[in-house]
């Protein structure tokens, strides 16, 4: 759609008023002209870091690493160097493209995308086409979708490549009438000269291709200036996305590319002893082949029903898997083992000890998981949703003993992730299936499989000890303890190569420096400690949504919640007083004055306040909580009903937000992430596998159960640059909901969440390890 109301501009740009809000607009950065038929322009920028908020209180914390390197300035220094890799093109149709490396899992991001290109081109968003690059392994470490971080990342470069594509047309189109590049405006994809003469930047950009590549410079269009950029646009692909006509990957058809399914054991990561019918089974309706693969056995036939029917009938021995024995009381007993120690002594002052546990909790997307592979003696090509696709391009080269070179990953757009497309095991496993077939497949794995086969959030303790005296808070200490979290996805790769320039002493692992990356307090409570142990358990584990910060952060508030009790203050008034982030104070303010703090409520209803600063973001959230039994003891059918939130407000300061529009959204939807883990949603564990079979099983947020009133203040821009925002709103939601329900009941909840204790359903049979499929959706659709 074209932009209304835009005014011509100048290739020369004015200089904004004076604030912070204007200093990309005033800086010239370093592009290239690539050598291309077409105008193509490619950016190379560094990074940049953010300082931390002064002390303020009488026992003032020094700042945390986090605060002065956080796990986005570790991904954007070491994504720099492969920067002048990402390029715009303009064609001769007048549109421009962008592939853009990193993945669409409904986050928005295309969207955001183009709306820099827009932008900086003077051309109508619907001009803007983005797709998502193929695996380039040439990116090296510029092609991961993960810690909030694509908008931080991709802000400068994207905008500056389309500044310099706009100045070559316009330098262009000067020496082709023979005036000053001075004299000409562009609006809506047209080069102008007054009215006298005037050219499409289609009609333009062969003769503004360059036959070689190119340094040259540009100035970025100020904030001032913006007509696209910090308004509330739609997403460029939700009329395909309501209509039904966006592609994901099972929608895409790839000859003789025949659905594929796999029988799988009955704890995780078992393995295949003996297959004792495969015979029999590749002879039934519609199949033409079964194969043995590492953790199962797959059947490949005509449709999806026929390969549910053969792998049911499948006999199989089976072998043991890697955490036979464990389930929720055995995980949970090793956790409080491994606890580190507190190492400040309460001596003269008082105490509050708290412990708080967190269930292991599913990573599975709305999307079934699913994969495409044509895997051929000499080559193969891969089509599946991935957020680390160099990766995923690297190993499944490795496995099917082929040349990294040889392998063709395509990106295609996820129905979601949670954290589960940042592993590529599902394209891996269609790419097994394939070599070992001799034939194309089409993978897609039950529901039942990512529950018990997937990814899980794992289980994690976290201790929490505050000192206190003559008003002040002396200490806090945080002892964060988890089942091993995987980060074998390019995370890794990146702290190996910017381990020099990383605020971090000692030897830590991967996850504790990713921990320390990510985790901050930020109230001055004077000596401040949060560590991570972990224990070497052998779950399909990954980092959910916001990673450890949801635990992390509601273990926090809730005790600073105690702290404000013990010390007879609100906790509005406690917080305000020890916060030392200026953005985090003006946030609450405003949420207290949105949300009306303190407005009157009958007994078993209360409001809680939750605060996090992270990925260079603010966010407060408010909520208000009905726990009386005539809510909680609420009757609906296959569901958990418990306490349910009735008012929720998040207030965000993204930076800069790009799209106000999406940017609520991202906080919505992290709410609603947030209510699930904090009142429904988690997996019980029993004899090495999860119970919960389906989603039917594992309660996330229902619409019964979503808040009537949920509202997003986006604050004003704080700052010239995004901040991330995908994960943001999750640990503050969760933690206003966890307070707001202790000062609901009257007493401070150690469990989440709240329902774990209670299993609400009859577990799906683990043989065979797909049910058989419904037949009755129109009877128990509601």
Same mark, same amino acid.
């Given at each position: 759609?074209?932009?209304?109301?835009?005014?011509?501009?100048?290739?020369?740009?004015?200089?904004?008023?004076?604030?912070?809000?204007?200093?990309?607009?005033?800086?010239?950065?370093?592009?290239?002209?690539?050598? /291309?038929?077409t105008?193509?322009?490619?950016?190379?920028?560094?990074?940049?870091a953010?300082?931390?908020?002064?002390?303020?209180?009488?026992?003032?914390?020094?700042?945390?690493?986090?605060?002065?390197?956080?796990?986005?300035?570790?991904?954007?220094?070491?994504?720099?160097?492969?920067?002048?890799?990402?390029?715009?093109?303009?064609?001769?149709?007048?549109t421009?493209?962008?592939?853009?490396?990193?993945?669409?899992?409904?986050?928005?991001?295309?969207?955001?995308v183009?709306?820099m290109?827009?932008?900086?081109?003077?051309?109508?968003?619907?001009?803007v086409?983005?797709?998502?690059?193929?695996a380039?392994?040439?990116?090296?470490?510029?092609?991961?979708?993960?810690?909030?971080?694509?908008?931080?990342?991709?802000?400068?470069?994207?905008?500056?490549?389309?500044?310099?594509?706009?100045?070559?047309?316009?330098?262009t189109?000067?020496?082709?009438?023979?005036?000053?590049?001075?004299?000409?405006t562009?609006k809506?994809?047209?080069?102008?000269?007054g009215?006298?003469?005037?050219?499409?930047?289609?009609?333009?950009?062969?003769?503004?291709?360059?036959?070689?590549?190119?340094?040259?410079?540009?100035?970025?269009?100020?904030?001032?200036?913006?007509?696209?950029? @910090?308004?509330?646009?739609?997403?460029?692909?939700?009329?395909?996305?309501?209509?039904?006509?966006?592609?994901?990957?099972?929608?895409?058809?790839v000859?003789?590319?025949?659905?594929?399914?796999?029988?799988?054991?009955?704890?995780?990561?078992?393995?295949?002893?003996?297959v004792?019918n /495969?015979?029999?089974?590749?002879?039934?309706?519609?199949?033409?082949?079964?194969?043995?693969?590492?953790?199962?056995?797959?059947?490949?036939?005509?449709?999806?029903?026929?390969?549910?029917?053969?792998?049911?009938?499948l006999?199989?021995?089976?072998?043991?898997?890697?955490?036979?024995?464990?389930?929720?009381?055995?995980?949970?007993?090793?956790?409080?083992?491994? /606890?580190?120690?507190?190492?400040?002594?309460?001596?003269?002052?008082?105490?509050?000890?708290?412990?708080?546990?967190?269930?292991?909790?599913?990573?599975?997307?709305l999307?079934?998981?699913?994969?495409?592979?044509?895997?051929?003696?000499?080559?193969a090509?891969?089509?599946?949703?991935?957020?680390?696709?160099?990766?995923?391009?690297?190993?499944?080269?490795?496995?099917l003993?082929l040349?990294?070179?040889s392998v063709t990953?395509?990106?295609v757009?996820?129905?979601?992730?949670?954290?589960?497309?940042l592993?590529?095991?599902?394209?891996?496993?269609?790419?097994?299936?394939?070599?070992?077939?001799?034939?194309?497949?089409?993978?897609?794995?039950?529901?039942?499989?990512?529950f018990?086969?997937?990814?899980?959030?794992?289980?994690?303790?976290?201790?929490?000890r505050?000192t206190?005296?003559l008003?002040?808070?002396?200490?806090?200490?945080?002892?964060h303890?988890?089942?091993?979290?995987?980060? @074998?996805?390019?995370?890794?790769?990146?702290?190996?190569?910017?381990?020099?320039?990383?605020?971090?002493?000692?030897?830590?692992?991967?996850?504790?420096?990713?921990?320390?990356?990510?985790?901050?307090?930020?109230?001055?409570?004077?000596?401040?400690?949060?560590?991570?142990?972990?224990?070497?358990?052998?779950?399909?584990?990954?980092?959910?949504?916001?990673?450890?910060?949801?635990?992390v952060?509601?273990?926090?508030?809730l005790?600073?919640?105690?702290?404000?009790?013990?010390?007879?203050?609100?906790p509005?008034?406690?917080?305000?007083?020890?916060?030392?982030?200026?953005r985090?104070?003006?946030?609450?303010?405003?949420a207290?004055?949105?949300?009306?703090?303190?407005?009157?409520?009958?007994?078993?209803?209360?409001?809680?306040?939750?605060?996090?600063?992270?990925?260079?973001?603010?966010?407060?959230?408010?909520?208000?909580?009905?726990?009386r039994?005539?809510?909680?003891?609420?009757?609906?059918?296959?569901?958990?009903?418990?306490?349910?939130?009735?008012?929720?407000?998040?207030?965000?300061?993204?930076?800069?937000?790009?799209?106000?529009?999406?940017?609520?959204?991202?906080?919505?939807?992290?709410?609603?992430? /947030?209510?699930?883990?904090?009142?429904?949603?988690?997996l019980?564990?029993?004899? @090495?596998?999860p119970?919960?079979?389906?989603?039917?099983?594992?309660?996330?947020?229902?619409?019964?159960?979503?808040?009537?009133?949920?509202?997003?203040?986006?604050?004003?821009?704080?700052?010239?640059?995004?901040?991330?925002?995908?994960?943001?709103?999750?640990?503050?939601?969760?933690?206003?909901?966890?307070?707001?329900?202790?000062?609901?009941?009257?007493?401070?909840?150690?469990?989440?969440?709240i329902?774990?204790?209670?299993?609400s359903?009859?577990?799906?049979p683990?043989?065979?390890?797909?049910?058989?499929?419904?037949?009755?959706?129109?009877?128990r659709?509601f």
């Amino acid at each position: 759609m074209a932009e209304q109301g835009r005014s011509p501009r100048s290739p020369e740009r004015a200089s904004g008023p004076e604030g912070a809000s204007e200093g990309l607009g005033r800086r010239r950065v370093l592009a290239y002209l690539l050598a /291309a038929p077409t105008l193509a322009v490619a950016v190379r920028l560094g990074a940049d870091a953010a300082g931390a908020q002064p002390a303020q209180a009488a026992v003032p914390s020094p700042p945390q690493p986090e605060e002065l390197f956080d796990l986005g300035d570790m991904q954007n220094l070491a994504a720099a160097p492969t920067s002048g890799l990402i390029s715009v093109q303009v064609h001769t149709d007048g549109t421009a493209s962008l592939a853009v490396p990193r993945a669409e899992v409904g986050q928005g991001m295309t969207t955001a995308v183009a709306m820099m290109v827009a932008e900086e081109l003077d051309l109508p968003l619907d001009r803007v086409k983005v797709t998502l690059a193929d695996a380039r392994p040439e990116l090296v470490m510029n092609q991961l979708t993960a810690g909030s971080n694509s908008m931080r990342s991709m802000y400068l470069p994207v905008r500056t490549a389309a500044a310099v594509a706009r100045q070559r047309l316009v330098a262009t189109a000067a020496e082709q009438w023979g005036v000053p590049a001075s004299e000409l405006t562009t609006k809506d994809g047209v080069v102008s000269y007054g009215t006298a003469k005037s050219a499409t930047y289609g009609s333009l950009a062969t003769a503004a291709a360059a036959t070689k590549t190119t340094p040259v410079t540009a100035q970025l269009k100020p904030p001032s200036q913006f007509t696209v950029l @910090g308004k509330p646009h739609r997403r460029v692909d939700a009329l395909d996305i309501v209509t039904g006509r966006k592609r994901f990957g099972m929608d895409l058809q790839v000859p003789d590319a025949k659905p594929t399914m796999v029988r799988r054991p009955p704890t995780i990561n078992g393995t295949v002893v003996a297959v004792h019918n /495969a015979d029999a089974v590749q002879n039934m309706p519609g199949i033409t082949d079964v194969a043995t693969i590492k953790h199962g056995v797959a059947v490949r036939g005509e449709t999806f029903g026929q390969c549910i029917d053969a792998l049911r009938a499948l006999e199989v021995t089976w072998g043991a898997g890697s955490v036979d024995k464990e389930s929720d009381d055995t995980v949970l007993a090793k956790l409080k083992a491994a /606890a580190l120690p507190m190492t400040v002594p309460p001596l003269l002052s008082k105490k509050i000890d708290a412990e708080f546990t967190f269930a292991f909790a599913s990573n599975s997307p709305l999307e079934p998981d699913n994969a495409i592979a044509d895997v051929r003696p000499d080559r193969a090509e891969i089509w599946a949703s991935l957020k680390s696709p160099i990766v995923a391009q690297q190993e499944i080269a490795k496995a099917l003993g082929l040349g990294q070179e040889s392998v063709t990953v395509h990106v295609v757009p996820g129905g979601g992730s949670f954290g589960r497309h940042l592993f590529h095991d599902v394209a891996a496993e269609a790419a097994e299936i394939s070599q070992k077939m001799g034939k194309p497949v089409k993978l897609s794995w039950s529901r039942t499989d990512s529950f018990r086969q997937g990814r899980t959030h794992p289980m994690c303790v976290s201790r929490v000890r505050a000192t206190y005296a003559l008003g002040n808070v002396l200490s806090f200490e945080q002892r964060h303890t988890s089942s091993k979290t995987d980060f @074998g996805h390019g995370l890794g790769e990146m702290i190996s190569a910017t381990a020099a320039q990383l605020p971090v002493a000692g030897n830590l692992t991967f996850a504790e420096t990713i921990f320390t990356l990510t985790q901050s307090s930020p109230y001055n409570f004077g000596v401040t400690t949060q560590l991570l142990s972990e224990v070497p358990l052998e779950f399909n584990t990954g980092s959910m949504r916001n990673i450890y910060s949801p635990n992390v952060v509601c273990a926090q508030e809730l005790v600073v919640d105690q702290l404000a009790a013990k010390m007879g203050k609100d906790p509005v008034a406690f917080r305000r007083e020890f916060l030392r982030d200026e953005r985090l104070r003006a946030v609450l303010d405003k949420a207290v004055e949105v949300g009306e703090w303190g407005r009157e409520l009958p007994a078993g209803v209360a409001q809680g306040i939750g605060l996090h600063a992270e990925y260079r973001g603010a966010v407060a959230s408010l909520v208000e909580i009905d726990c009386r039994p005539e809510t909680v003891d609420r009757k609906v059918r296959d569901g958990v009903t418990g306490p349910r939130v009735t008012r929720a407000l998040l207030v965000v300061d993204a930076g800069f937000a790009i799209n106000p529009r999406g940017l609520e959204a991202q906080m919505m939807g992290g709410f609603i992430d /947030a209510m699930a883990m904090a009142l429904t949603s988690s997996l019980h564990i029993k004899d @090495g596998i999860p119970l919960e079979g389906s989603w039917d099983n594992y309660f996330y947020t229902r619409q019964w159960n979503a808040p009537l009133d949920l509202r997003v203040v986006v604050m004003p821009p704080t700052s010239d640059k995004p901040s991330g925002a995908g994960e943001l709103a999750v640990a503050p939601a969760f933690a206003a909901i966890a307070c707001a329900y202790a000062r609901a009941v009257g007493a401070m909840p150690t469990s989440f969440p709240i329902n774990h204790s209670t299993l609400s359903f009859e577990p799906l049979p683990l043989k065979p390890s797909t049910p058989q499929s419904p037949t009755d959706g129109l009877d128990r659709a509601f």
